[in-house]
T-cell receptor, first 107, second 116 residues
């Protein structure tokens, strides 16, 4: 099973752009890259998904280089409410949620 | 609101007991996943069902079992409960669940289990 590696934690300030990078060297050809957000005591929430190049929605952008061995979630102008754990996942069976990245946004 | 419902929201029981957690997937979703999340831990995948059949198994203990019924709701049965089973149990659903790389899971609010 392809594994992902993310930073354990990140700190930021309100209004800044935050980029969280996920490494997935053994990504399979048919794997999409999906990012989830989880607040304490709540279920994870889908943020964005992509296969290659760049995907943007109203919440975030996802950058995927040509070799697809990594991806970067970009959160523009974060606010205090963006403090959460962010998970990077690859598609397929036996979905593996790693430890995620704990983002702490400060005022 | 993800459209996935889980009952009960909270459950307090004693060691050695058995409990059943229930999940109703989003309308139209055929696949149900169960996860366990202990305090300050990551999500541990337990098991997945697709249209009534077991599709994938993760780190699920033998004391735990699950099933998906014809109406697609699912139940997770936890027996001979131990203190260490105290955790949040999440259910998620997806449209297909066939292992395609594009799966997106929608999570329920979870059931918080406390074993005393």
């Amino acid at each position: 099973l392809a594994k992902t590696t993310q930073p354990i934690s990140m700190d930021s300030y309100e209004g800044q752009e935050v980029n969280i990078t996920c490494s997935h060297n053994n990504i399979a050809t048919n794997d999409y890259i999906t990012w989830y957000q989880q607040f304490p005591s709540q279920g994870p929430r889908f943020i964005i998904q992509g296969y290659k190049t760049k995907v943007t929605n109203e919440v975030a952008s996802l950058f995927i280089p040509a070799d697809r061995k990594s991806s970067t979630l970009s959160l523009p102008r974060v606010s205090l409410s963006d403090t959460a754990v962010y998970y990077c996942l690859l598609g397929g069976f036996k979905t593996i949620f790693g430890a995620g990245t704990r983002l702490f946004v400060k005022a | 609101d993800s459209g996935v419902t889980q009952t009960p929201k909270h459950l307090i029981t004693a060691t050695g007991q058995r409990v059943t957690l229930r999940c109703s997937p989003r309308s139209g979703d055929l696949s149900v996943y169960w996860y366990q999340q202990s305090l300050d831990q990551g999500l541990q995948f337990l098991i997945q069902y697709y249209n009534g059949e077991e599709r994938a198994k993760g780190n699920i203990l033998e004391r735990f079992s699950a099933q998906q019924f014809p109406d697609l709701h699912s139940e997770l049965n936890l027996s001979s409960l131990e203190l260490g089973d105290s955790a949040l149990y999440f259910c998620a659903s997806s449209v297909v669940g066939g292992g395609q790389g594009q799966e997106t899971q929608y999570f329920g609010p979870g059931t918080r289990l406390l074993v005393l």
